[in-house]
């Protein structure tokens, strides 16, 4: 809902200040932050529409990122007629002629391309490359968010890179193009989850930033429920149709939505773009326009841009003693939730089940725990529903809405990547453990089940951040929790 300011608003303004003498001084002496969370503390209809194109971009990162669970899966095969062989035969110990697969030979890249007999290395490889690329392009992109594109802008060209270099990653001839392909298709994702979450959790008011913040393991959640649905409609078909399936809708929706979403204002503000930022503010007012207006109107505008080293600012997140047990912590959290969370979907096919229901229950259960997520985050201090949930192991949504509170807007970006970046650091493991996992299970689903029991324990260091107001610079976020440095 966009609100313009006309001569009549301000007309307005000026008789609500003659009619309350005190509001101007009111006004005057809120800071900024203050001021963005008067405008935007609650919750209409413009943010919710924002929230819902922002979050959009998980439902596609989902289905690239778990695609080489169909994708790369080892095909059934089955005994030709006249032969020796049994279904307890070692497939590579029996000559091509006696044993069909049970599907067409394109089915997956183990059966087109001959792989059945390949190293757990090769057949991981693919897999490997992707969150391997994730966690390249986690050092590469971060800062782009906090220092030069904003968040929005990064949000959508990380999305169109993924969804682009996936619609060339159907054509790869051999191995070793479609590893390369998803090895820059994981560089481009790699940003995604974080500028979702930031972008969301920045334009509503601290009493909606926990719950809007799972908005997007929402959207993840539906994305992964649909994989097994567009797997399953392609059962017959190459696995190349899959990669056409889920990447044309996403490069489309990437080009589309970008003209429709917003900017976060608090971003805007740091960077001296104010007039932009008050822009998005009418937009996304959750207030009467009068007192839009008021609020408004009591904002210095500034046209220079506050001047921000992004390397110092890094420098910074390691140099402060408080900033570096955060992000050690955070770190160590995410690592575990990474093995766990990917690893015990990429094994689906280790449990001897039917792999289309496999996926279905796991995405079905994260539909319930976001549930779980939304109502404690509201009620529990943030420290206590990281603790249970990871030693229950537990839902993975709620840490980086937490990442988000423990930082300032100057490196809020950088910080919840490196927390991220732990969790795409645990899964680069995940593949090889899986495959593995086809004769030892205990080398994956029991090492999944220790990493996360032990790396929940270090929520103990994090400072409880619920109902705390978001900051803009890591001084004030110093001053604002009493750190004596």
């Not at 986690?138 to 800062?143: D, E, K, N, Y």
């Not at 489309?252 to 917003?262: D, K, L, P």
């Not at 990871?390 to 980086?400: L, M, N, Q, V």
Request: proline share 3%; charged share 15%; with cysteine.
């Amino acid at each position: 809902m966009a609100i313009s300011t006309t001569s009549q608003d301000l007309a307005g303004t000026h008789l609500a200040e003659q009619e309350n003498p005190g509001l101007n001084q009111v006004l005057q002496s809120l800071s900024l932050e203050e001021t963005i969370e008067k405008i935007v503390g609650g919750f209409g209809w413009s943010q919710i529409m924002q929230s819902i194109l922002v979050a959009i971009p998980s439902f596609f990162d989902a289905q690239q990122t778990f695609i080489s669970i169909y994708a790369d899966a080892k095909p059934k095969w089955h005994c030709n007629f006249n032969t020796t062989c049994n279904s307890s035969s070692n497939i590579c110990q029996l000559p091509k002629s006696a044993w069909s697969w049970d599907e067409t030979s394109h089915n997956t890249i183990i059966s087109e391309w001959g792989l059945e007999c390949a190293t757990s290395f090769i057949t991981g490889l693919p897999a490997s490359s992707c969150f391997i690329g994730n966690l390249v392009g986690g050092f590469i992109l971060p800062m782009l968010g906090d220092f030069y594109l904003g968040r929005k802008n990064l949000l959508y060209l990380s999305f169109l890179m993924m969804s682009t270099v996936a619609l060339m990653t159907a054509f790869s001839t051999n191995i070793w193009m479609y590893s390369s392909l998803r090895f820059v298709s994981g560089i481009g994702r790699a940003p995604i989850t974080t500028c979702s979450i930031i972008l969301l959790t920045e334009r509503v008011g601290k009493r909606w930033r926990g719950q809007i913040g799972t908005t997007t393991f929402f959207s993840f959640s539906l994305g992964l429920l649909s994989l097994p649905a567009v797997a399953y409609i392609n059962r017959g078909s190459s696995w190349r149709i899959l990669y056409l399936w889920t990447s044309i809708p996403a490069i489309s929706y990437s080009i589309v939505a970008y003209f429709f979403v917003y900017e976060s204002p608090r971003w805007l503000f740091m960077q001296g773009r104010d007039t932009e930022a008050i822009s998005v503010l009418k937009r996304i007012a959750s207030i009467d326009v009068r007192s839009l207006d008021s609020y408004l109107s009591s904002i210095p505008l500034r046209q220079e841009r506050t001047e921000v080293n992004p390397y110092k600012s890094m420098k910074d997140l390691f140099k402060r003693r408080w900033a570096l047990q955060r992000i050690l912590a955070t770190m160590v959290l995410g690592f575990g939730i990474g093995m766990v969370f990917f690893g015990m979907l990429l094994g689906v096919g280790n449990l001897g089940f039917n792999i289309y229901l496999s996926v279905i229950f796991n995405a079905s259960l994260l539909i319930p725990s976001n549930l779980l997520t939304l109502f404690f985050i509201a009620r529990w201090k943030r420290k206590v529903s990281l603790f249970a949930f990871c030693t229950t192991s537990g839902i993975c949504s709620i840490i980086c809405a937490v990442v988000v509170e423990l930082f300032p807007t100057s490196v809020r970006n950088s910080a919840t990547t490196l927390a991220r970046q732990a969790i795409a650091f645990g899964s680069v493991f995940d593949p090889v453990l899986t495959s593995v996992g086809w004769r030892k299970e205990f080398l994956s689903f029991g090492i999944f089940g220790l990493t996360i029991l032990l790396c929940g324990f270090v929520v103990i260091v994090l400072p409880e951040t619920r109902g705390k107001a978001l900051c803009n610079t890591m001084d004030e976020q110093e001053r604002k929790d009493g750190i004596i440095v």
